[in-house]
């Protein structure tokens, strides 16, 4: 575009004098090539790129597209990449890390991720695994309070551990209807709390429910549990969500939350 309205236009004007000069009888003249101005690219360059088809299709050259079923391009020969981010407090989001190897630490002092100011995580806490037959995994590594997933419902047996707000409870089956919530804290095994079948609700103090948490971070009616044919089973109904421990590694296929020490943490694949 250059040469067509700079140089060249000014070569033909030259060229034009001498054929003047020479033909005296008659001026040989061509009328000068048109002025392109930057600006009509630049507005071309500003257009914004037409939406990406949603339906697999791919465009044709002619303003429209083809369904020819293209997939969108990734790569083929590493490993799909996740997210995770590490949610500030009181917040949904916060620091965000690309998952690219085949396992990555999170920790109070190793890994990947470090956590140094969280005291209740330990120093090398939990792993994101990639396993060939199921992708990534998220696996606790003996750390000494636990690796917690934020669950809609969950079966319990005794020994599950489950966090409702900031408070952590153990449970132990009794019978086929009798059944105790124990508060877990710090060197001490805490408060106990009877559950009956068929159902037993658990909030806040002064909520009316049958279990009550001196907890501002649990809600009036939080959670329930239910004796089944199957099993006791518990089930959210609170805003900060019913968590549960990890007692074996778990498989991360869908977006999901998961707890290490008081740290909260989104898993995101991109796969």
Do not use: K
Request: proline fraction near 7%; aromatic fraction near 6%.
């Amino acid at each position: 575009m250059v040469a067509e309205s700079g140089y060249a236009r000014g070569g033909l004007v030259q060229q034009t004098r001498i054929m003047r000069e020479f033909f005296s009888q008659r001026a040989i003249s061509s009328p000068p090539a048109p002025e392109r101005s930057f600006g009509v690219l630049a507005d071309a360059l500003r257009r914004p790129a037409p939406p990406a088809p949603t339906d697999g299709s791919a465009p044709n050259g002619l303003g429209g597209f083809l369904t020819v079923g293209t997939l969108p391009y990734r790569p083929t020969l590493w490993r799909p990449i996740a997210l995770i981010h590490a949610v500030d407090d009181g917040r949904e989001g916060g620091e965000l890390v690309r998952v690219r190897t085949e396992r990555l630490v999170i920790g109070r002092s190793d890994g990947g991720i470090v956590i140094p100011h969280d005291i209740s995580m330990s120093p090398i806490h939990a792993a994101i695994e990639w396993q060939a037959d199921n992708g990534r995994h998220l696996r606790d590594l003996d750390s000494a309070t636990g690796t917690f997933v934020r669950a809609t419902s969950a079966r319990l047996s005794t020994g599950s551990m489950v966090e409702i707000g900031r408070t952590r409870l153990r449970f132990e089956e009794l019978g086929t209807s009798d059944a105790w919530l124990v508060e877990e804290q710090p060197g001490d095994a805490g408060r106990r709390h009877e559950c009956r079948a068929p159902i037993t609700t658990i909030g806040r103090a002064g909520s009316g429910c049958q279990v009550l948490l001196q907890d501002p971070f649990v809600n009036p009616l939080h959670a329930t549990v239910r004796r089944t044919p199957h099993g006791w089973r518990i089930a959210n109904s609170g805003w900060n969500g019913l968590w549960v421990r990890v007692e074996a590694a778990v498989i991360m296929a869908a977006a999901s939350q998961f707890l290490c020490g008081e740290q909260r943490f989104v898993f995101e694949p991109l796969a």
